[in-house]
């Protein structure tokens, strides 16, 4: 069974970091590519980062670009993201996300449960 | 950045047909997905590629494309299809991923 366990949300300061951590199990990571996207409470999915299968190729959502680092383990198993200089708009639910390809169109499979990031004073 | 434009409320009668689009200039190159959620709940992927239903999806989802639009169709909407439903597609500009707004559906 393919499992995405999301963990390290909590509450921070402006300004603050944080890691978030994405254990996979029931599949082999390394063969996908992987995202994340955020939900900031009551609005809708925004995308903001992915990783190609190997660590060598990363994007981001130009609203965390500099601020947020996306990394990988393939033999831990496991997807990061490292959040600095946190600000209150990027207080959300942040999901790990699996991305097979489609014709080269990632389509999100299969979501994690979802961790809660609240930045505030 | 490319947009994807969703109506943000929808509904339909139980049992009924209903369509869900969602506008954007890049999906005349690209491919869309559609995902469901339920509040409280991760999304779960209903619809991607050209029409495809991942497991255990009913088949009255189904998925179409026509110019810059794509649309999700519920034939035979039920009381458990009440969510939010939001499309994805990529952004034809830098390459990245980007979302519609989503679409509020409820069942009557």
């Known amino acids: 069974e393919v499992q995405l366990v999301v963990s390290g949300g909590d509450l921070v300061q402006p300004g603050g970091s944080l890691r978030l951590s994405c254990a996979a199990s029931g599949f082999t990571l390394s063969n996908y590519w992987m995202h994340w996207v955020r939900q900031a409470p009551g609005k809708g999915l925004v995308w903001v980062s992915r990783i190609n299968t190997g660590g060598t190729v990363t994007n981001y959502a130009d609203s965390v670009r500099g601020r947020f680092t996306i990394s990988r383990d393939n033999a831990e198993n496991t997807v990061f993201l490292q959040m600095s200089s946190l600000r209150a708009e990027d207080t959300a639910v942040y999901y790990c996300?699996?991305?097979?390809?489609?014709?080269?169109?990632?389509?999100?499979?299969?979501w994690g449960q979802g961790t809660l990031v609240t930045v505030s004073s | 950045s490319s947009e994807l434009t969703q109506d943000p409320t929808v509904s339909v009668a139980l049992g009924q047909t209903v369509r869900i689009t969602c506008q954007g200039d890049?999906?005349?190159?690209?491919?869309a997905s559609w995902y469901q959620q339920k509040p409280g709940q991760a999304p779960l992927l209903v619809i991607y590629?050209?029409?495809y239903r991942p497991s255990g999806i009913p088949d009255r989802f189904s998925g179409s494309s026509s110019g810059n639009t794509v649309s999700l169709t519920i034939t035979g909407a039920q009381a458990e299809d009440e969510a939010d439903y939001y499309c994805?597609?990529?952004?034809?500009?830098?390459?990245?991923?980007?979302f519609g707004g989503g679409t509020r559906l409820t069942v009557l």
């Open positions: 994805k597609s990529r952004d034809s500009s830098d390459n990245h991923v980007v």
């Open positions: 590629g050209k029409n």
């Open positions: 890049s999906l005349r190159s690209y491919y």
């Open positions: 996300v699996r991305s097979p390809q489609y014709r080269g169109d990632h389509y999100f499979d299969y």
